[in-house]
């Protein structure tokens, strides 16, 4: 069995705001994550994904967040929890590296694309700036950029969001990272360039050979991508298993519902089941089980105990008490026709 | 042909581009963002108007309610001519036609309760005072699926599904018979979305609305459409019934569209169709079909590059714009 290229366990990473509070935005994830493979994190707005993939690269805010003792993230058998600032930065966008939704946002305006993508060569390999150029220019060719000779010194207001997102992705595997974390790494672009950028991350991937984590809220892009699939609600891991057992044998009403909820190209047109409600606030967790008051199983247990997650397959586990009382299971409330 | 609720010819919206001189001169080229575009919906149906960002989809939207003035074009509400209308007329007829806009967050003024929201139009209209309008807007919250008591609430203590909804009740306030749903759900998380999209239909099917449904999702669109219009800078360039359009495409692009929307079941490995390229600047579209820079169509030739091919009828009901729209 190999290694996992990046180990986490019991991840809390808590925010206390102005009024004394505590936001427990990410509360005790654990997973791994293999070389090669692709693991979508996928949820809902508030469910903690993206504060997970921000704690990954010590990103969060500190303070007001903090990633609490006790949790675990081990890169190649290095806990980045307790490497010095200076090391962590030798590991961040070189062993490490990370895209994110809005490209805009993410890019620096008043630097050429070619300045950004060679930086990180500059920083953690010493190339010189003329090698960094000429790397830069590589890696433009990599994700597919027409006329990288013209693009390299453009700047990325002078960019599509597609070819944007491309520029990010050149910068952010200009070291050859053994992962790579995508946080929505498509939702701001239209389809067909959607498409696109998937394609070259599924294309990059096997080229380079790196893990990446693709965080998403789009179930259709996991299903097409990743390899397993977690599923996040309300801070915490509720459902993990292999895409294929998680897409066709949910087992967790949440994802249950979230299956259902999605309109889709390829099943009869057919009333959307959803679920009701709305995501809970962070610094308001539910009691007992935290999807109850949205469940349609939901019983006494589940509103006073928090069920753990357990394994129920090989590889393919479960939060809810309905994996220990089947029967309490009401026949079609999930809306699954399964 | 019996008339329909809304028909909608010809319309155009150009922009000025950028300027010449600082900004001072003349524009340097016009932003073509609606170039002809020709539509008719039936009372009570749905017509879904899709497209990628930049294909002009938004600008109908806003073009139609006379948010912004058209270029040229006819568009008949109930018969009335829109586009001729006087403010105070419009003003009235503004009654008949209504909005619900993508963004739930900047649609909602953050200063006014729900209440105060809900009851700005009816205000206007002078459709109802006092104690029958506190009980019009505790009637709509319900019709959309709050609880009344969320009236006093302000736009920042609700959730984006409950904003979206209350944008829904602000839009039915004044009855319309008409009403543009201009990205409602693509905000929304889709759980939400799945609630919206529902409630949506409910009212269409209870109040007999006709909805133009405008959106990029296509699996959104069949969701809730009886047509579809498909839109690539500017034009339409495919127009059919949502059954005809998701099962027998005729233009390449509207089939590039359904190939690269991603289906959540790992088990469809279809083979996907990606188109290489860009959208085109609308300031600059291509000569000839303006898809055939991206085209992958196998008979693409160079009539493609010089020759725009008109939307015509392929077969009864279902226009393309394709010169090879029989060889689909």
């Known amino acids: ?338 | 042909m019996t008339p329909a609720l809304v028909e909608v010819e010809g319309l155009v919206k150009h922009y000025p581009g950028e300027r010449l001189w600082w900004g001072l001169g003349p524009p340097r080229h016009l932003i073509r963002a609606v170039e002809g575009v020709s539509f008719r919906i039936g009372a009570g149906r749905t017509l879904g108007l899709v497209g990628e960002s930049g294909s002009g989809k938004s600008t109908v939207a806003r073009t139609l309610l006379r948010l912004t003035e058209p270029t040229a074009g006819r568009f008949l509400l109930e018969r009335e001519d829109v586009f001729r209308l006087a403010p105070e007329p419009l003003r009235r007829l503004r009654r008949r036609m209504q909005i619900v806009f993508q963004d739930p967050y900047s649609s909602l003024n953050p200063r006014m309760t729900v209440r105060d929201t809900l009851r700005e139009p009816l205000e206007i209209h002078r459709l109802a005072a006092g104690a029958e309008r506190d009980a019009r807007v505790a009637a709509l919250l319900q019709e959309v699926g709050l609880d009344p008591a969320l009236a006093a609430a302000y736009p920042h203590e609700l959730s984006g599904g409950q904003r979206q909804r209350v944008g829904i009740a602000r839009a039915l306030s004044v009855q319309p018979a008409f009403l543009v749903c201009d990205e409602p759900v693509s905000a929304l998380d889709v759980s939400v979305q799945a609630q919206v999209l529902n409630l949506l239909a409910d009212l269409q099917q209870r109040r007999g609305l006709t909805y133009l449904f405008i959106a990029h999702d296509l699996a959104v669109v069949r969701h809730i459409a009886d047509d579809v219009a498909v839109m690539y800078l500017g034009r339409i360039v495919e127009q059919a019934s949502a059954a005809a359009t998701y099962e027998r495409p005729r233009h390449p692009y509207t089939r590039a569209l359904l190939s690269a929307a991603p289906v959540p079941d790992p088990a469809a490995q279809r083979q996907r169709q990606v188109l290489t390229g860009d959208v085109p600047s609308p300031a600059n579209p291509p000569p000839g079909c303006p898809f055939h820079p991206r085209c992958p169509h196998p008979m693409k030739n160079d009539r493609c590059r010089t020759d725009r091919p008109a939307l015509r009828e392929v077969e009864p009901g279902h226009a393309a714009a394709c010169h090879f729209a029989e060889h689909a």
């Open chain 1, 1 to 338: 069995m190999t290694e996992p290229v990046l180990r986490v366990r019991d991840l809390k990473t808590y925010f206390v705001s102005e009024g004394g509070g505590t936001a427990r935005a990410v509360d005790g994830v654990s997973f791994d994550l293999y070389p090669g493979e692709t693991l979508g994190l996928v949820g809902e707005s508030g469910c903690g994904k993206t504060v997970t993939s921000l704690s990954l690269l010590r990103l969060v805010p500190e303070p007001p967040g903090h990633i609490r003792p006790g949790s675990l993230i081990e890169l190649e058998g290095r806990n980045l929890l307790t490497l010095s600032p200076r090391d962590l930065r030798a590991v961040r966008g070189n062993r490490l590296a990370m895209i994110f939704q809005e490209p805009m946002s993410a890019l620096n305006p008043v630097l050429t694309v070619g300045d950004q993508i060679g930086e990180g060569a500059i920083v953690h390999q010493g190339l010189s700036r003329r090698a960094a150029r000429a790397r830069a220019m590589e890696m433009l060719q990599l994700v597919g950029i027409p006329d990288p000779e013209l693009r390299i010194d453009d700047y990325p207001h002078q960019l599509s969001g597609g070819m944007r997102q491309r520029v990010m992705i050149a910068m952010a595997l200009v070291c050859h990272p053994q992962v790579l974390i995508a946080d929505e790494p498509t939702t701001a672009l239209d389809v067909t360039i959607q498409a696109q950028i998937l394609e070259l991350l599924d294309r990059l991937q096997r080229e380079l050979g790196m893990a990446i984590m693709l965080i998403t809220h789009d179930l259709g892009v996991v299903a097409g991508t990743a390899d397993r699939v977690l599923v996040m609600y309300a801070g915490q891991v509720v459902e993990g298993g292999s895409t294929p057992d998680l897409f066709h044998r949910p087992v967790h009403p949440y994802t249950e519902g979230l299956l259902a909820s999605v309109p889709r190209l390829d099943q009869p047109r057919e009333r959307l089941t959803g679920i009701p409600g709305t995501v809970p606030a962070a610094s308001a967790w539910p009691t007992g089980c935290r999807f109850h008051p949205r469940c349609p199983h939901a019983w006494e247990r589940c509103r006073t105990d928090e069920p753990p997650l357990v394994e129920i397959a090989p590889g393919h586990s479960a939060r809810c008490w309905l994996v220990e009382e089947p029967g309490r299971r009401r026949p079609g409330a999930s809306g699954v026709t399964r």
